[in-house]
Structure formats: C-alpha cells, structure tokens
C-alpha cells in the first residue's frame, strides 16, 4: 500500500507522500474532470472515476474520503490554472486604480470559462461550499484572500471593519450573479460577466474611495 499522509477532517484530501501515490491521485483527478468534462458532476462517482481511470474503487478511497473531497480536489485544480493567467494579466495591464484589478479577474475569469465551459457548474455551483465549509478548503475564500492580496500589494487600503469579509462578498456576490446566466441559459454570457464586474465594484466602492495611494 501506498504511503499517504492524512492530516484534518474527514473533509480533507488524503495528501499523497510518495511520487507513485502522488501519481496516482493525479490521474483520478484527471479522470474525474473527463468525466465532467462530458457528462456534468452528478456522474462522478468513485465506481465510474474507477472504471474510466481502469484502477480498483478501493483505490479512489485511499486518496479522497468522499466525493465531495474529490470535487473539491478537482476544483482546486481548475481554480490553479486561472491564477498564473491573474498574475500575468495585472503585469500586462496598467492598474491605475483599485477597479482595474476587479477587471482583470473579470478578464481571465471570462476566458476561462469560455475556454472551459464545463468547471461552470462545479465551481459556481453552491454543493461544495454547502457540504465543505472548511476555511481551509473553501475556494471562494481562497479567492477573496488572493484578491485582497493583490489590493495590498497596489494600494494602501483604508481601515475597514473586517476588510475579509468585504473581499468574500464581493466574490460571492460574482458568483451569484453568474450562476444565474448558468442556470438559465446553460452558460455564462458576456452580459453576465459584465454585470458581476460591476457589482463587485459597486460593492467595493462602499468601503474603498474612488482612489487609493499606490505602494
């Protein structure tokens, strides 16, 4: 058996430590996305990531303790191949003001679920944050961290009364708003990305001034 290494709850990932079980685990993520890739979440299951990745069921379990922690490892893994393309997007694009970097994310934001239409329903669906409620593990407070950071990087914020929970709003509040052109019309139209850039500014706006003093 391959060593792993568990380490918090039972909504946790089981961490691979060997190169063979890093491996391993790699490829049923992989699976998991083929699978979502062509038939939408509800048809990931351990016994169908199994069978398409040709590995026993038990081995799914070594790695991930419920499905939940599979979907969320794969979101995670959508989630990693937008931030490069955020970092590379505020280097290329001139931030003048705090508002330019909500455009930016609204940008790569865009181009990735265009790019990849099928992470819409897992990553904007509200079953992961509803069922893994972990700081640790949600993504969208992932997000908001990573956001915040690049505003501290920029600016000197002003002092705000629990300045994270107004960047995790502000997210949510994107989220929502494109979950709604995915529901109704099966994806996220150009609208839509508009309109969630312009609320998470507007949003902003009640805590942040016009402008800020760059760093």
């Known amino acids: 058996m391959s060593?792993?290494?568990r380490y918090g709850t039972n909504n946790q990932q089981r961490r691979p430590v060997q190169l063979r079980s890093q491996l391993r685990a790699a490829?049923?993520?992989?699976?998991?996305?083929?699978?979502?890739?062509?038939?939408?979440?509800?048809?990931?299951?351990f016994s169908t990531v199994a069978l398409q990745a040709k590995i026993p069921t038990s081995s799914v379990y070594q790695y991930f303790t419920s499905k939940e922690v599979l979907l969320l490892a794969l979101a995670e893994k959508l989630i990693a191949r937008i931030q490069p393309h955020f970092r590379e997007e505020l280097s290329c694009t001139k931030i003048s003001q705090w508002p330019d970097i909500i455009h930016a994310l609204a940008t790569i934001s865009q181009r990735f679920y265009s790019a990849s239409p099928y992470a819409?329903?897992?990553?904007?669906?509200?079953?992961?944050?509803?069922?893994?409620?972990?700081?640790?593990?949600?993504?969208t407070d992932r997000i908001a961290k990573q956001l915040k950071i690049h505003f501290e990087l920029r600016f000197w914020l002003p002092v705000v009364d629990n300045l994270d929970r107004r960047f995790l709003v502000?997210?949510?509040?994107?989220?929502?708003?494109?979950?709604?052109?995915?529901?109704?019309?099966?994806?996220?139209?150009?609208?839509?990305?508009?309109?969630?850039?312009?609320?998470?500014?507007?949003?902003?706006?009640?805590?942040?001034?016009?402008?800020?003093?760059?760093?």
């Open 170 to 215: 502000a997210i949510e509040i994107a989220q929502t708003i494109l979950t709604g052109s995915q529901r109704r019309y099966g994806k996220i139209t150009d609208d839509y990305f508009e309109e969630a850039e312009r609320a998470m500014i507007s949003y902003l706006a009640n805590y942040f001034p016009p402008v800020l003093a760059k760093r």
């Open 27 to 45: 490829k049923i993520i992989d699976t998991a996305e083929a699978i979502l890739r062509d038939s939408g979440p509800a048809e990931i299951t």
């Open 3 to 5: 060593k792993v290494s």
């Open 120 to 139: 819409a329903p897992l990553l904007l669906d509200s079953y992961l944050t509803n069922n893994i409620s972990s700081p640790d593990t949600n993504i």
